[in-house]
């Protein structure tokens, strides 16, 4: 049984000081996909990649929620829909504090996946909403290769589907998600 095993095992059957183990063998890994997540923000966004880190674990290890994982690719799926959920809390709530015209920027579909202003983060959440009626294998292959920061192959293999496959259904969710987000705002 490997080290993440044991910890989470540990954490299942309620022993209170496993919480405490976890955070150094996962808090490598968090950082480097907060970073990433942080990286692809609109400047205005004041979460920084340390507090995200902090919030996704708390919501991840937190009383309610402190068993459940399967593995550690499931841990770290589970972590980048924690931090999407944050990043776009914050931005709804940076959204609805001010006015802002009507502007809607959108670059090149290769940067579908790259939100650069909360607009943007906001409408690609509501096209991930979406999708995860129609086409939830879909939508957890954008989870996990976006969110949680897992490598094509590593997505495909945790959703059990060969290279060929995922490598069709990302093309087409890209597709998908670009026409979605491109839509313009409604107006305010």
């Known amino acids: 049984m490997s080290e993440f095993s044991r910890v989470f095992h540990a954490i299942e059957v309620g022993e209170r000081l496993a919480v405490s183990e976890l955070l150094p063998l996962v808090y490598d890994e968090l950082r480097r996909m907060a970073q990433a997540r942080v990286a692809c923000e609109s400047p205005s966004h004041s979460i920084t990649a340390t507090a995200l880190v902090h ?84 939508a957890q292959l954008v989870h996990m290769r976006y969110f949680a920061g897992l490598s094509h192959q590593d997505a495909a293999h945790a959703l059990g589907l060969t290279r060929r496959q995922a490598d069709r259904l990302w093309a087409t969710t890209r597709a998908w998600l670009y026409r979605c987000v491109k839509r313009e705002p409604e107006p305010k």
């Open 55 to 138: 919030e996704a674990y708390l919501r991840l290890v937190g009383p309610a929620n402190a068993a459940g994982f399967e593995n550690r690719g499931h841990f770290f799926a589970a972590a980048g829909l924690a931090m999407r959920r944050i990043l776009v809390d914050a931005a709804r709530r940076r959204k609805a504090r001010r006015r802002h015209d009507n502007a809607y920027r959108m670059e090149a579909e290769d940067h579908i996946l790259a939100p650069v202003d909360d607009d943007r983060l906001v409408a690609l959440d509501g096209a991930l909403a979406e999708l995860e009626q129609h086409d939830a294998v879909a």
